[in-house]
């Protein structure tokens, strides 16, 4: 390992193997400072020992990689599940919430290691920077933020040159067309020809989810157990959060499920054409809002569509560690502790449709339910209940009369037993 040497003191990368951060120590390393990378292993499928072996060749002086995966579901993706967060009604935040997990062991490792800075490999054009930089601060006020993709203004063919000066590997011609991100809840894909939202994403963008017309021809159903709102089995088998998604990915991706396509608004100004897979969160997400509809009162379901938006929201505008989130999740973790039971599913070429509910908590009772025998409902209370809740309008309208002088009767209508109106003679007529 090579020795650490101070200069203007240690920072710590954010390390993910590519180019941009690879090429990052060098140019840290030529401001005058030691580098230390940290690589997290969010279950975005990346050799962890290759990662630190080639910072470590390119210059860092220490190389940190862990692997977060618990910690990714436990503390993040399971309480966002919780909220059903998605931004903008469509983005289960895959990447925006891996973004406050990283920043978070960032700041503790400028700790451990006294740095003088953090850094990332972000461009100044998207919201990872905003994330990476808001999160790492939460966690240690006083922490600077170095970002040499944002500051050393290298265009792609200086950024290449410069790569190839210092002995880092480039990679081949056409590959990397996309900017991917990928962790356990879904993958990003961005740029190319993605750029135009006139054309559709091609099957080569996707590597978790199959074009839905090469998925089986016969339907799967699947059985997902929920208790207080977090998953627990599939098909009745019990398995750790991680595996769970895991599992699910694979299985909801063989089906085509959760492909995302949307104009996303971004904090930072613009709108940018974003596609994702998410075939686990997808499933889930929607298999959640079910059982909630069975276990949680109408007032709760209604009240909390608008807290929801706003958890999304937070989390994907760099504010997971703001003190109204983390209100929202008690909040979430109360109503959650009723969402217990079982959803089956149908997944069939690229769809997951909930098509069965059942739960210990359920509020929905057969016999107040049907229409058949056994009917527990009390039709003569019904009388006056209406007469009660119609109250307030029916008294308005005493005040203020509707008018039905203007009522038009339409062609084939009954005015009486015998006298319809002619079909030359209906509307507009007196
Ligand atoms: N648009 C998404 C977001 O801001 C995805 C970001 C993906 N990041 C990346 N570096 N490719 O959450």
């Known amino acids: 390992m090579p020795k650490c040497e101070e200069y203007k003191g240690k920072v710590v990368l954010a390390y993910s193997g590519g180019l941009d951060t690879s090429v990052a120590i060098a140019w840290l390393k030529d401001q005058g400072y030691d580098v230390v990378t940290f690589t997290a292993d969010v279950g975005q499928s990346v050799n962890l020992?290759?990662?630190?072996?080639?910072?470590?060749?390119?210059?860092?002086?220490?190389?940190?990689?862990?692997?977060?995966?618990?910690?990714?579901?436990?503390?993040?993706?399971?309480?966002?599940l919780k909220a059903n967060a998605m931004y903008q009604g469509t983005y289960p935040l895959?990447?925006?919430?891996?973004?406050?997990?990283?920043?978070?062991?960032?700041?503790?490792?400028?700790k451990e290691e006294n740095a003088v800075a953090v850094a990332h490999g972000c461009t100044g054009k998207g919201q990872d920077q905003?994330?990476?930089?808001?999160?790492?601060?939460?966690?240690?006020?006083?922490?600077?933020?170095?970002?040499?993709?944002?500051?050393?203004?290298?265009?792609?063919?200086?950024?290449?040159a410069y790569a190839a000066e210092h002995g880092i590997p480039v990679p081949a011609e056409g590959s990397g067309v996309y900017s991917i991100d990928e962790n356990l809840w879904g993958r990003s894909i961005e740029c190319g020809i993605l750029e135009n939202p006139w054309n559709e994403p091609p099957s080569d963008a996707f590597t978790l989810t199959k074009d839905p017309w090469d998925t089986p021809d016969t339907p799967l159903y699947l059985e997902v157990t929920f208790e207080k709102g977090i998953p627990v089995a599939l098909d009745g088998e019990t398995l750790d959060g991680p595996t769970l998604i895991k599992k699910l990915n694979k299985?909801?991706?063989?089906?085509?499920?959760?492909?995302?396509?949307?104009?996303?608004?971004?904090?930072?100004?613009?709108?940018?054409?974003?596609?994702?897979?998410?075939?686990?969160?997808?499933?889930?997400?929607?298999?959640?809002?079910?059982?909630?509809?069975?276990?949680?009162?109408?007032?709760?379901?209604?009240?909390?569509?608008?807290?929801e938006q706003q958890y999304a929201k937070m989390t994907y505008e760099a504010n997971w560690f703001s003190p109204y989130k983390e209100a929202l999740d008690v909040f979430f973790d109360h109503v959650n502790q009723y969402v217990n039971g079982v959803v089956r599913l149908r997944l069939y070429k690229g769809q997951a449709v909930v098509v069965g509910v059942k739960s210990p908590n359920a509020l929905y009772k057969e016999d107040l339910a049907t229409y058949s025998e056994g009917d527990a409902f009390d039709h003569d209370a019904a009388v006056g209940f209406i007469k009660i809740w119609g109250l307030p309008v029916v008294t308005w309208r005493q005040e203020h009369p509707a008018d039905l002088g203007a009522?038009?009767?339409?062609?084939?209508?009954?005015?009486?037993?015998?006298?319809?109106?002619?079909?030359?003679n209906a509307v507009g007529g007196k």
């Open 94 to 110: 895959n990447s925006a919430l891996s973004r406050p997990l990283i920043a978070k062991y960032l700041a503790w490792i400028a």
């Open 251 to 307: 299985i909801a991706g063989d089906y085509g499920v959760g492909r995302i396509d949307m104009l996303e608004d971004r904090l930072v100004g613009f709108k940018s054409r974003e596609v994702y897979e998410c075939p686990g969160a997808h499933v889930l997400i929607s298999a959640h809002k079910a059982l909630e509809t069975l276990t949680l009162s109408k007032d709760v379901l209604q009240g909390k569509v608008a807290m």
């Open 49 to 80: 020992e290759v990662a630190k072996d080639k910072a470590l060749k390119t210059g860092a002086c220490n190389a940190y990689v862990m692997d977060l995966t618990s910690e990714f579901v436990s503390d993040f993706v399971w309480p966002a």
């Open 407 to 424: 009522l038009q009767l339409l062609p084939g209508m009954k005015v009486s037993a015998e006298e319809t109106v002619p079909l030359n």
């Open 130 to 160: 905003v994330r990476f930089e808001v999160c790492a601060k939460a966690n240690h006020p006083d922490l600077k933020v170095i970002a040499p993709v944002r500051d050393w203004h290298f265009s792609r063919d200086a950024e290449i």
